[in-house]
């Protein structure tokens, strides 16, 4: 069973760009959730979608976006980046289910703002 | 989500037990205690997960007090590969789906 993938691995990009990452979860997972990871700050939430809906949303401005597909490959879009937008980007997939959270996570996208 | 308290770092040496603490002295009656650990520079990884009772799978073992508020992850014979670092979480278990709240984890390093 293949595991999460998130497309580009790395990114540069300059100040003021904007970046659309993406996510395909493991088949069958209708759940993603996206967080972001820097030395300052460790892993931190961004959001998550369930069946094409925003589910849950962690405390980050509104130029970070996402959204789900049918599918339920998963993109995120930051806009105007700034510096401190550097950062590794994880995607995870779950099943969501009554009594077992396990998140399943891809190996990031490794942006840089230049 | 309850917090948990993690020491920032430990040593074992290889092939050794690596017993990894937790505190999470506010945790609620519905939340249980997660365990992820990641590699350098990869995703964070699944281990175990446990309510109240002790658990056990291919990876680990989680211990956890009778009173709830500290829990312990044992890697039986830790080896080179196990150096990462080690998150424990807690967490409502049921629909609400994502937003695990890591914190600054402890760095396990399995020395030779």
């Known amino acids: 069973k293949a595991g999460v993938t998130q497309t580009p691995r790395y990114l540069i990009k300059t100040r003021g760009q904007q970046v659309t990452l993406s996510c395909s979860p493991i088949?069958?997972?209708?759940?993603v959730s996206w967080y972001q990871q820097t030395p300052g700050q460790g892993l931190q939430f961004l959001f998550e979608y369930f069946s094409e809906t925003q589910r849950n949303k962690g405390n980050f401005p509104g130029r970070f976006s996402g959204r789900q597909f049918s599918n339920s490959r998963s993109e995120m879009n930051v806009s105007t980046l700034e510096l401190g937008d550097s950062a590794l980007y994880l995607c995870?997939?779950?099943?969501?289910?009554?009594?077992?959270?396990?998140?399943?996570f891809g190996p990031g996208t490794r942006l840089t703002v230049l | 989500d309850a917090k948990t308290t993690q020491p920032p770092s430990m040593d074992c040496a290889e092939g050794r037990a690596a017993n990894l603490p937790c505190n999470h002295s506010t945790i609620s009656g519905n939340e249980y205690v997660y365990w992820y650990r990641q590699i350098h520079s990869q995703g964070p990884q699944y281990i175990i997960h446990?309510?109240?009772n002790n658990e056990t799978n291919e990876m680990a073992s989680l211990i956890i007090t009778e009173d709830r508020k500290s829990s312990t992850l044992i890697l039986p014979h830790a080896t080179l590969r196990d150096t990462a670092v080690y998150y424990c979480?807690?967490?409502?278990?049921?629909?609400?789906?994502?937003?695990?709240?890591f914190g600054q984890g402890t760095e396990l390093s399995v020395k030779p």
């Open positions: 446990g309510l109240k």
């Open positions: 995870a997939s779950s099943f969501r289910t009554s009594t077992n959270n396990e998140q399943f």
């Open positions: 088949s069958g997972h209708r759940s």
């Open positions: 979480i807690v967490r409502v278990a049921n629909n609400q789906g994502g937003k695990l709240i």
